[in-house]
């Protein structure tokens, strides 16, 4: 099992749609966790931490399941300029020594 | 100001060759790194260094060496460049384990001809 996951898409979604994102990862001892965002040819940047309450910013929200170790993100009312690649991040301790984790990604396309 | 800058935004380079590529951040971070992302887009931790001491090394040729002057630079010299090192190799810096996550440099664009 990969140490984290998440499925490459393409979602392909009309503007105004609502999208979801999951994330799974492996390392239970794992502590801290974020979505990314990467546009093509640009660096990733930090679209938002997660937290086991889940926390909101503007259409963004972010939901940590610790139990089932996965995070998601919900895209509510896509804009076109939502299009990009969301990167789930995982920071973990454990036997490995501490470690962060990026996922591969998924990309997302809105679309008028 | 840029937060994290890094130099040059690209290389285009012989095999064989010997390059660097510097990075500087202005956020008062005490940890920087460097990862790369190769055509597959996956972003991979290369090193990490906090305060100058190198804390992450990941499995990295050792024609790979950084260096870290002070802890608001984290330069990466690469020897006897390969076909292979092709890839964007971005910096990043952050305060401590990146509770609060990364700031990343816009990225070097490496072509190994």
């Known amino acids: 099992r990969k140490e984290v996951e998440q499925d490459p898409g393409p979602f392909n979604v009309p503007e105004g749609a609502t999208v979801a994102f999951n994330c799974t990862y492996s390392n239970s001892a794992s502590q801290s966790f974020f979505w990314y965002r990467q546009d093509c040819r640009k660096e990733p940047k930090l679209l938002m931490s997660v937290y086991s309450s889940g926390n909101e910013d503007g259409r963004f929200t972010a939901q940590l399941n610790r139990a089932s170790q996965y995070i998601s993100l919900l895209i509510r009312d896509s804009k076109l300029s939502d299009s990009a690649t969301y990167l789930c991040v995982v920071n973990g301790g454990g036997t490995g020594g501490f470690k962060t984790i990026f996922g591969a990604g998924t990309r997302l396309f809105v679309k008028a | 100001d840029t937060a994290v800058s890094q130099t040059p935004k690209y290389l285009v380079t012989q095999m064989g060759n010997d390059k660097s590529i510097k990075c500087e951040q202005n956020?008062?971070?005490?940890?920087m790194y460097w990862y790369k992302q190769d055509s597959k887009k996956f972003l991979k931790i290369m090193f990490s260094?906090?305060?100058?001491?190198?804390?992450i090394n990941e499995t990295v040729p050792n024609r790979f060496s950084p260096k870290s002057p002070d802890k608001a630079h984290l330069n990466l010299h690469i020897n006897s460049l390969e076909l292979g090192d092709s890839a964007v190799y971005f910096c990043?810096?952050?305060?401590?384990?990146?509770?609060?996550?990364?700031?990343f440099g816009s990225g070097t664009r490496l072509t190994v001809v």
């Open positions: 956020l008062g971070h005490d940890t």
């Open positions: 990043a810096s952050s305060q401590g384990q990146a509770s609060y996550g990364y700031t």
């Open positions: 260094y906090n305060n100058k001491e190198l804390i």
